[in-house]
C-alpha cells in the first residue's frame, strides 16, 4: 500500500485529498494513513468499511469523495505521474464523464502486457469482449459514478466491467487515453485470479445478468471457466460426470479432449 500511496503523491496533478478505505480492520493501515497525513501536502483521510468487499469500499470511497473526478487504486497497483494530469484534462477537453487510461498489466512475476481500452464501444458492443477497464485504470465524474448506483456489490466477478457496461447503458460518454499510465501487479494467490467456488458462482451471475448480449465466444470461454473450477471442486463423482458432460457440449468433443491432453 505504501507503493500506492507513494504514486498518488507524485501525481503531476495533485489531487484533492486521499481516501484510503480498510474493509479489513487493519491497525497497520490507520497507521499508514496517519503517517501520510501528517507528511503529504493534501489530506489523507481514513475510512472504515464494515460491509467488506471492493465494491462497498469503493462506493463508501466515492460517497465521501469532495472533489468533481474520482479514481481508484487497489493498494496492489501504481499509477503513473501524469495519471491524474492527462485523464481529467482529456475529460474536460472531451466533455465525457469517464475516462480510460491504457494499462500495464502484470499476469504473472515476468510476463508485462500493455493493454488499452477499444474506443466508441455501445451497449451492443462492449459485451463481445472483455475490456481493458479495471478498479486502478479511470476517472470518473462522480456525478456519473452515482447515475448508475456505483459499483453493484451482487457482482463479485468481472464487477469492473459489469459497472462499464452499465455507465454506457445510461448513455455515459466515455474517452480513451491509450498510454499506460496506470499498472494491475500480479501478487501469487491473487483473490481475483483463485479459482475458487465464489468465483464460479460469481461468473454464474455475470451470464445470468449480461449473457444475452456477449458474443458465443465470449459466453463460452466464460461458461468452460465456470464449469471447470466446479468440476475441479466437487468430491461427488455423478456431479463431476455431469460437469464433464457439460464441458464437453461446451467446448465440443474434439477441443474438450485436447484441453484435457494438453493439461
Not at 474493509?23 to 481514513?46: G, H, I, K, M, Q
Not at 460469481?202 to 468440476?231: A, C, P, Y
Amino acid at each position: 500500500m505504501r507503493e500506492s500511496i507513494a504514486s498518488v503523491a507524485a501525481q503531476t496533478l495533485q489531487p484533492v485529498e486521499l481516501l484510503v478505505v480498510d474493509d479489513a480492520n487493519d491497525p497497520a493501515t490507520r497507521a499508514v494513513v496517519e503517517e501520510a497525513d501528517a507528511r503529504l501536502p493534501f489530506a489523507v483521510r481514513y475510512i472504515r468499511n464494515e460491509s467488506g468487499g471492493v465494491c462497498h469500499s469503493r462506493n463508501k470511497g466515492a460517497e465521501a469523495a469532495t472533489g468533481k473526478w474520482v479514481g481508484f487504486l487497489d493498494d496492489d497497483d501504481l499509477w503513473h505521474p501524469p495519471f491524474l494530469e492527462r485523464l481529467v484534462e482529456l475529460g474536460e477537453r472531451k466533455r465525457v464523464g469517464l475516462i480510460i487510461a491504457g494499462l500495464l498489466h502484470h499476469e504473472d512475476e515476468q510476463s508485462v502486457k500493455a493493454r488499452s481500452q477499444l474506443t466508441d464501444l455501445t451497449p451492443a458492443t462492449a459485451l463481445l469482449q472483455n475490456g481493458s477497464m479495471t478498479g486502478s485504470n479511470f476517472v470518473i465524474d462522480r456525478a456519473a459514478y452515482f447515475r448508475v448506483g456505483g459499483f453493484d456489490p451482487a457482482v463479485t466477478v468481472f464487477n469492473d466491467w459489469d459497472f462499464f457496461v452499465r455507465l454506457l447503458d445510461a448513455g455515459v460518454a466515455y474517452a480513451v487515453d491509450p498510454e499506460p499510465l496506470a499498472e494491475w501487479r500480479f501478487h501469487p494467490g491473487d483473490r481475483i485470479a483463485t479459482p475458487s467456488l465464489r468465483r464460479a458462482n460469481g461468473i454464474g451471475f455475470f451470464l445470468n445478468r449480461h449473457g444475452k448480449r456477449m458474443s458465443k465466444q465470449v459466453w463460452r470461454d466464460l461458461e468452460t471457466t465456470m464449469l471447470g473450477i466446479r468440476r475441479i471442486h466437487t468430491t461427488n463423482r455423478f456431479e463431476k460426470l455431469t460437469l464433464s458432460a457439460q464441458l464437453i457440449r461446451a467446448h465440443g468433443p474434439v477441443r474438450y479432449f485436447k484441453r484435457i491432453l494438453n493439461r
